[in-house]
Nanobody
Framework: QLQLVESGGGLAQPGGSLRLSCAAS????????LGWFRQAPGKEREGVAC????????KYVDAVKGRFTISRDNAKNTVYLQMSSLKPEDTAIYYC????????????????????WGQGTQVTVSS
């Protein structure tokens, strides 16, 4: 069974940090572009951070640049999202996704380009 399973979400205070992990089972992430997406209540799902299959190229939405870092460990078949300086507006369900293929740079964080999704993990930033 092909699965992506996220972990590491929870409650954090403003200015705090969380690290999300996403482990794949049933398939290899090696040749996939990978991404973290989020969806807040009443809003569309948006690409937060994405990484190329090689790990060399990353892309971030402006709202998280300088605060979030995406990384991957192909040996562990896992992708991570380190979130720092968290803000209340970061509150959302966070999903990891795999594209199933290599994507052009200009579309590497486009939601519709991804075809494998995890179940999501809730991140709440509140004092």
């Amino acid at each position: 069974q092909l699965q992506l399973v996220e972990s590491g979400g929870g409650l954090a205070q403003p200015g705090g940090s969380l690290r999300l992990s996403c482990a794949a089972s049933g398939f290899s992430l090696d040749d996939n572009h990978l991404g973290w997406f989020r969806q807040a209540p009443g809003k569309e799902r948006e690409g937060v951070a994405c990484i190329s299959s090689s790990g060399i190229t990353t892309k971030y939405v402006d709202a998280v640049k300088g605060r979030f870092t995406i990384s991957r460990d192909n040996a562990k078949n896992t992708v991570y999202l380190q979130m720092s300086s968290l803000k209340p507006e970061d509150t959302a369900i966070y999903y990891c996704a795999a594209a199933g293929r290599i994507l052009p740079v200009q579309s590497m964080c486009v939601t519709s380009r991804y075809n494998k999704w995890g179940q999501g993990t809730q991140v709440t930033v509140s004092s």
